[in-house]
Structure formats: structure tokens, C-alpha cells
């Protein structure tokens, strides 16, 4: 009898146990991981096979900290979930509650504060047991205005497996708060998108049945890369029309056929104030315009228009007088010098060969910016700069170019001789070359005049951006065609003689100093180590280019002239191998300067800072920015800016975007810039930056600082 109690107990304790596993909560235990707490919880008690349950990932921020909607904006970084699954069930789409706006100086960015449960439907199928298990690998960023970390978890939920589920008590309120945040649709209103000639998006809502208007709108786009976050919307109500303006994000693909997101207002109706939109472009009356083709314009686009376009055509024409472009202008006197005594329609020839150069290389540029700005890449003026594997690859030619000039070699044909003919034959070849070296060196300047243009064009349809281009080509070329039709004046040259081999093997100089500042810039991106395997590749290229130069010439014998060829292809090619090997290197942790008064710039340090109510000025700039370092040695650096830098408590930033940096460019971008030089002065508790200019004077710092209070001197 005893025997027969104990098996009962046994069988009533296991029995028990059961019942206890089948009414275990819809939920794992919580994971914190740094400021956010996530669990991984279910609306309903149990899978039921066939039909859905919701389940969702539950993220708790701490305080001042927050995550990122599915369109983080202009930083950030959405939340994401990697389901595991049963064999036969299927994870539906996050439902997203909606965002709300996350102001970060210059930037805007939409993501979620306090808590927020990102809920999926999960497809149900046949099971075997008593319990399935689901897991879920969930990763995120948290921000607060300091600093951005990145998280994650490793979530797990167990349920039984029942024929019928209710919904879970624990979580139905966290479920039903998350579908009250959800967008809905707003079936009284009718949503339409317009283009506008300047390329912005007009997004119209028009009552079907005499709803009264609503207001505070803002929208929401679901993806990035469609309207820029951070512009201002403008809404308006004009005839019974409620509207926003939405300007194109620099980096769209394309023209997209509608605009979809969520549309927040006060009174869409029965309690909607977060509206699911899908309108496509061009209902209601607008029209659908072609990137490729330039939109209608009122007069006072044309206006706009007309004014960049001359404000582009004289940056080009200033760009003349950078230091980038110097070391190809000498090879133009030498062409000028050349052309003294040819017939007035060669000279002019030659002139608009030069700008047919020109435009080409700004055309392909424009074509290139474009292209992949279209392909979501962040490029702007300069790019090609931005990679050290051009930068070394311009030493190499630059080299090459000096040494012709100084005699070493005579070129031959290709690109580089082409290149080199303008000093040498005056070919016409040689400059449509001249053009396109001249603008290649060009693009790390930045003219006065020149990024405003550069920012409306980049900002455009691909027509108009091309027109802007095509204006700084014409204005940088403009001087040479203008001499070159002209050629009367070159009467003031002195007659050929022995003084032009002295005047050729002399701006060789100007070649070689650019080569110097591009070995600085790539040291910058790479390191000593790169530096060191570009000067090794530049001392390979030069011992096969003498070893050309002196045994292969047409009076050599062809053995000689083989093995020439052969060792320059064999210096030329292991040349090319270092060079290659040196750009893929890193440069140390940057570090502030030898002063120890400027800052490696950060989104989180400038929030910080002005947090803490101290002006902040930032220096946008590149190592491979003539301009920029001519600006910082002779404004910023000067003793009387830096002492009303410190008698003012300015706390220094500098931007350094000599490498490819995502977050500097879309800081440029919602400054109106598209390159560098830019430089910003924040003044405490100011909303807007207190001075937002590309090029400075030394009078324009100092009138500014003048405006913000002395800093109390320290203890």
C-alpha cells in the first residue's frame, strides 16, 4: 500500500509540474545590455498550429537615452531582429509604433524614448510536443546627447502547444498600447504628392466630407534617402488644403514613383493622429518629372537659377588663381610660350581644346557624384581625394611629369604623354590633357563662390547639376580661351631662344612641390608606413623612367632598347605594387594638436559641449584641401584669433574629412555645403550656430567671438 501512495505522489508531483510548464508567461527573461533592457514577449498564452501569434521584442531605455525607428534619420541607426524559427513558421514584418522627432543640433533624427515593444506576427505550422521554442538575435544603437553605443541580445521564448491560446494578462495592456501607437489609415482624406520646379515634393491632404483641418503636421518618410530629415517642412492650410513641403535627400535613388510614411497630426479623425500615407507623385494635378530633364520653373527660379549659374561661372574663373592648379598653369605658359609665332586659328584651336578638356572632366565628375550619390554613396567635391590610392597614383604622375620637363625622359604616347605634349609639340592632345589634368588637381580647392554652387547643384535633378557644372568649367577655363583668342597679346613674350629649355626644366619645381603636399596628404590617411611605401614606389618609378631615358632612345640598338622597356615595366609595375600596398593602410589613433587646444570632432562631443553651455567652433576640413590649410595658417592660427579663442572659452573641433566620413558629410549637406572648407561657431544656449561660413577672414572671427560673453578665468 505504501508502494501504491508513493508511485501516486510521483505521478500527481509530475502531473502537477506539467500543468505549472503549460502556464509558465509568454516571455523569457529581460537581458540588459548597457542603457536598454530587451524581452522578448507574446500577446497570446500558447501556439496554436495555423494560426498567428504575435510576438514582440520589448526595449526599455534608461533615462535620456533612446533607439531609432526604421528611418533613423540623419544618424543613427535602425533596431533590427534575426528571428529563429521552427521548421514551418514565418516572421511577418515589425510593425513600427510611430517615432517621434530627436533634435541633435544641426540634425534630426527619429527613434523612440522611454520604452517601445517592435511587434511581428509569427506564422504558425504543425508541431510535435508540448512546447515550441523561438528565438530572437535583436541588435540596436542607443544615443543619448553625449554618446551612441551600440547593443544587443540574445533573446528566447518558450510557449506551449495548445488547440486553443488566450491572450497573455501580463502583456495584453503592453500589446494593445503598441497597436494604439501604430499609424492607421485615415479613409476621410485624400493624400496626393506634387514635384515642385525646384525639386521638393509638395504632400497634400484634402478632406473627403468636411473634416475640419488638422494640425501640428509633420511626416515621417519609412525610408532614408528619399526627403532630407532635418529640413523644415513648412506646413500650411491654404483653400481647405492641409500641406507640407519635403525637400529630396542628396543621396535619392532616383525619383520615386509616391512617398510613403507616417503623417502626424491633431485631428485626421476618429482619434487617428498618425496617418498611414502612400500618395503617389503627381495625383491631384501634379506632375511627374523626369531627373534627367529639367522641371518647369517660375520666374523666380529662373532667378535662382541665373544667380547660381553666375555665382558657379566666377568660382570657376577664382579657381584659377588656387594653389592646386598652379603647377598645371605652368605647363600652360610653356604652351603660350610655345605658340608665340603660330598661326592666330592654331592658337584659338588649342584654346577650345582646353576647354573641351575641361568640360569633359567636369562633366565626368558631375556624372560620377551623381551616379553614386543616386546609389546611396555620401560624396561631394573632393572625393577622389578622399581615396590614397589616387592621391599616391597622382604622385606617380605628377613625377613622371617633372621629369620630362627636367629632360630626364621624353615622353611617349598614352595619357601621360598626352599629357606632356602641350610643353613639348603643342599637340592637340596634348591640350585636351592639359584640361583634364588642370581639373583633377582643382577639385581639392574649394573658390570663393564656388560651394555655394556646388551645393545647389548637388541638391538638383541631374540636369540642372550639370548646367551648374558645365558654368565652373566655362569660368575656369575662361581665361586661357580668352588669351588664347587673343594671341596678340602674346606679343610681349620674348622671342624663342636658349631661355625656353631654362623656362621648361623650371616649372618641373611647381610639379615637384605639388608632389610634396600630396605625399603630406598621403601620410595623413596612411601613416608613416604608407608614406614610406609611396617615397619606395616614387624611387622605383624614377630608376625605371632614368633607365628609359638613357637607353631608350630611337639611337640606341634594339637590344638596348628591350631592356630598357623591360626595366621601366619592371620598376613601373613593382612601383605600382607598393603604391597599392601603402593606401591600404591605417594611420595611428588621431590625436589632438601639438597645442593640445583642438578636438578630434564628434556629433556626441559638440552635443556635449553646448550641453554644457560652452561655444563650440568647428573646423571642417581635409588634409588634402589646399585651401583649408592656407585658411588655418592664416586666420585661425593666427596669435590674435587663438587668444580670443581662449579669453572667450571657445572650445576647438576639427572635422577632419581627408578619409571618406559619412557623419561629416551629412553634416556639410544640411549646412548647405558639399565640401570643405566650413567652418561653424556655436554660441551657448543659441539655437541657431552663430557663424556658418566656408572661407574666413580674420575681421569675421574676431566680430563674431566679439558677440559671445569672456570666459571666467580659471582657478
Known sequence: MIMHLSQFARTMIGMAGLMCASLAPAHAAPVRDGHVVAELVARESAFVPGQPVMVGVHLTMDPTWHTYWRNSGDSGLATTIKWTLPKGFEAGPIDWPTPTRLP???????????DVLLASPIRTAALNGARAQIKARVDWLVCSAEECIPGGADLVLSLPVGASALPDPAHAALFEKARAQLPQPAPKWEFATQRLGDGSYRLTARPLSGQPL???????????????????????????????????????????????GVWVAQGWGDGVTAARVTARIGAGGGAVHDPLVPAPASGADLATLGGMLLTAFIGGMILNLMPCVFPVLSLKIMGFVQSAGDDRRKIALHGWIYVLGVLVSFWVLAGTLMGLRAAGAQLAWGFQLQSPIIVVMLCLLLLTLAFSLLGIFEMGAGLVGAAGRVRTKGGISGSFMSGVLATVLATPCTAPFMGTALAFALTQSTFIGFVVFTALALGMASPYLVLSLRPQWLAFLPKPGAWMDTLKQAMAFPLLGTIIWLLWVFGQQTGMNGLLQAMVAMLLLSIGLWAWGRWGTMFQEAPVRRFALGLLTLCGGAALWFAYAGSLLLPPAAASDASGEWQAFTPEKLAQMRSEGKPVFVDFSAAWCATCIVNKQMVLSR????????NHGVVLMEADWTRRDATITKILAANGRSGVPLHILYAP???????VRDLVTTDEILKALDGLPTASPQA
Open 104 to 114: 541633435l543640433s544641426t540634425i534630426m533624427n527619429y527613434g523612440y524614448e522611454g
Open 214 to 260: 488638422p494640425g501640428g503636421a509633420y511626416f515621417f518618410a519609412d525610408d532614408a534617402g528619399v526627403t532630407q530629415s532635418g529640413a523644415p517642412q513648412n506646413p500650411t492650410l491654404d483653400n481647405g488644403v492641409l500641406s507640407v513641403t519635403l525637400k529630396p535627400s542628396q543621396y535619392a535613388q532616383g525619383t520615386p514613383t509616391a512617398l510613403n
Open 639 to 646: 596669435p590674435d584669433v587663438s587668444r580670443s579663442f581662449r
Open 685 to 691: 544656449g543659441a539655437g541657431e550656430p552663430l557663424l
